[in-house]
C-alpha cells in the first residue's frame, strides 16, 4: 500500500512527458527544408520543425550546427514554436543533424 502511494504520484507526473514522447517523428533524406518550429527545447538544444510537406522532424544541435537569421549568428533562445525556418538537414543512420538553421521569419 505503502508503494503504491508512492509510486502514483511520479506516475502522475510523467504522464505529459510520456504523452509528448509519442509523437511520431519522420526521417527524411539529407537535404534542406522549409517549415514551422512545432516545439523548441532549449534545455536540449532541440527543436521540432512540421515541415512544408507535413512532416515532423525531430533535430537535435550538434556543435556544429549553424544558427542565423538574415545572415547573422544569432542564439538559441531567437527560436520561437511556430516561427518560419529553413532546415538543413544530413540523415545518419536513422537520425537528423541539423547542418543549418535559418531563421525565416
Known sequence: MKLSKLFM??????VP???SCEEKTDVVESGTYQGTLHEVEPEKTEIYVKTDDDKLLELY????TTLTK???TV???QLQEGGKVEVEVEKVGNRLDPVAVRILE
Not at 504520484?9 to 510523467?14: G, Y
Open 9 to 14: 504520484p511520479a506516475l502522475i507526473a510523467a
Open 75 to 77: 542564439a538559441f533562445d
Open 61 to 64: 544541435f550538434t556543435e556544429s
Open 17 to 19: 512527458f510520456l504523452y
Open 70 to 72: 538574415n545572415g547573422e
